[in-house]
C-alpha cells in the first residue's frame, strides 16, 4: 500500500509540470508589430528624365502606386525589405512638375514627393557687334553678350588683347584692353564667344602710328628772347592782380602749337573724345585735366618719338604776345572780336548751344607768329 500510494501521488503531479512548461513557450500571434519605412521622401529629377531607386524597410507585404503617367515604378509590390526603382520620362514642359508615390502595407503608408526640372529653353547667344576697331594708343572698348546659358570668351593668339571676364552665364559685358601699337603694321584678331555649340565671331582691328600722323599738332617756331612778363601798360584795365608785378624774363627758343588741341586729334591718340561739348573734329578739346593733358602728351611722345610737352607760363605768354611783340592789347590785335570768341560776338541764343561760346579752331585772326586762339587755348 505504501508503494502504490508513492507511484499515484507521482503520476498525479505530472500533468501539473506538464502544463506549466507549455506555458513557458506559447507566444501569441496578436502581439506581432508590423513596420514600414522608406529611405527617402523626395525625389528630384532633371528634365532629360533618368532613374532613382529608393529602399523600402519592412516586415510585411507592401505595394507601390503612383498615380503619375510619367513616372514608372518598379516593382509596385513586394515583402519584407526591397530596392524600388523610379524611372521619370524626359519632360518636354516649360514649367517643372510634381508627384507623389505612396508605399502602403500592413496598415501603414509612406509617402515620397518627387519632382521633375522643367525642360531647358532653347539656347540662345547673341552679340552687341561683329567688329572692334581700336586706336594706335592704349584702348579700351566693350560688347555686351546676351544669352540664357554659359558662355566662354577666347581670341587667337594676340597678346596684345586682353579680354574679361572670360566666361560667364546668361547677359554680361566684356571689355577688350588693346595695348598701344608701336608698329608699322595694322593689328588683327578675331575674338569668339561660344556656348551650348553656339559661336559669335568678333573681328578686331588696331590701327598704326602711321594712321594717325595727321593728326599730329602743327607747331610754329618761336625765336627766343626777353619781355616783360605781367601787366603792361597795353593791356589797361584788363590787368589782374595775380600778373603784378611785371618782370624782365628770357626765354629760348621752342615750338607751340599753332592751333588749339582738337577734339579729333584727342580722340585719335586716346581713343575717346574727353570734350564736354562733342560740337566736331575740328573744335577745341575742353573739360580736361592737367593729369588729363600729362596722359595726352605721353601717348603723343610714345607714338610720335618726339618730345611734346606743355609750354612753360613764360613761354605761353611770350607766344601768345607775339614775340617781339608790336605792343597789341590782345594777342594780335587791339580789337578782341578780331582774335577771339566771346559773349558779344557769339549770338544769345547759341551760347549754350554752342558749348559756352566754343567754335572750331583757327576762324578768327592769328596773333603775329602765326599762332591762333591763345584768348582761349589749349595747346601742346
Given amino acids: 500500500m505504501k508503494t502504490f500510494s508513492k507511484v499515484t501521488q507521482v503520476f498525479l503531479s505530472l500533468p501539473v509540470i506538464v502544463m506549466t512548461f507549455m506555458g513557458c513557450i506559447k507566444i501569441p500571434t496578436d502581439e506581432i508589430q508590423i513596420t514600414l519605412t522608406v529611405s527617402t521622401h523626395s525625389l528630384n529629377f532633371t528634365s532629360s528624365g533618368e532613374q532613382q531607386t529608393f529602399y523600402v524597410d519592412a516586415n510585411d507585404r507592401w505595394v507601390v502606386r ?168 597795353e593791356q589797361g584795365s584788363d590787368c589782374n592782380n595775380n600778373e603784378r608785378p611785371s618782370r624782365q624774363v628770357t626765354v629760348s627758343d621752342f615750338y607751340i602749337g599753332k592751333f588749339e588741341v582738337t577734339q579729333a586729334q584727342w580722340r585719335a591718340v586716346m581713343g575717346y573724345n574727353a570734350s564736354e561739348f562733342n560740337k566736331g573734329d575740328n573744335y577745341p578739346v575742353e573739360w580736361v585735366s592737367w593729369d588729363n593733358v600729362q596722359q595726352f602728351i605721353g601717348e603723343l611722345n610714345a607714338l610720335t618719338g618726339k618730345k611734346y610737352r606743355l609750354p612753360t607760363e613764360a613761354e605761353w605768354e611770350f607766344a601768345a604776345r607775339g614775340g617781339k611783340s608790336q605792343g597789341y592789347r590782345y594777342s594780335g590785335s587791339n580789337t578782341v572780336g578780331n582774335v577771339a570768341w566771346y559773349w558779344d560776338n557769339i549770338p544769345s541764343q547759341s551760347w549754350l548751344s554752342s558749348g559756352y561760346g566754343k567754335q572750331p579752331v583757327g576762324t578768327k585772326a592769328p596773333n603775329e607768329l602765326g599762332i591762333y586762339d591763345t584768348e582761349q587755348s589749349k595747346r601742346a
Fill in 66 to 233: 503612383s498615380e503619375a503617367s510619367w513616372l514608372t515604378v518598379s516593382p509596385a509590390s513586394g515583402s519584407n525589405n526591397g530596392t524600388v526603382s523610379v524611372i521619370a520620362a524626359t519632360s518636354t514642359n516649360t514649367d517643372s512638375r510634381t508627384a507623389t508615390i505612396t508605399v502602403d502595407g500592413g496598415g501603414l503608408k509612406e509617402i515620397i514627393n518627387v519632382s521633375q526640372a522643367a525642360m531647358p529653353p532653347t539656347p540662345t547667344l547673341t552679340v552687341s557687334t561683329n567688329s572692334l576697331s581700336f586706336v594706335v594708343t592704349r584702348d579700351e572698348k566693350t560688347f555686351d553678350i546676351v544669352s540664357n546659358t554659359s558662355w566662354t570668351v577666347s581670341k587667337t593668339t594676340s597678346p596684345w588683347l586682353t579680354v574679361t571676364p572670360a566666361s560667364g552665364t546668361n547677359n554680361g559685358t566684356v571689355r577688350v584692353t588693346a595695348t598701344a601699337n608701336t608698329s608699322t603694321t595694322r593689328r588683327t584678331a578675331t575674338i569668339t564667344v561660344g556656348g551650348e555649340g553656339l559661336t559669335q565671331s568678333i573681328n578686331v582691328t588696331q590701327a598704326t602710328r602711321t594712321d594717325v600722323i595727321d593728326y599730329e599738332p602743327e607747331m610754329v617756331l618761336v625765336k627766343g628772347g626777353t619781355f616783360t612778363m605781367g601787366c603792361t601798360s
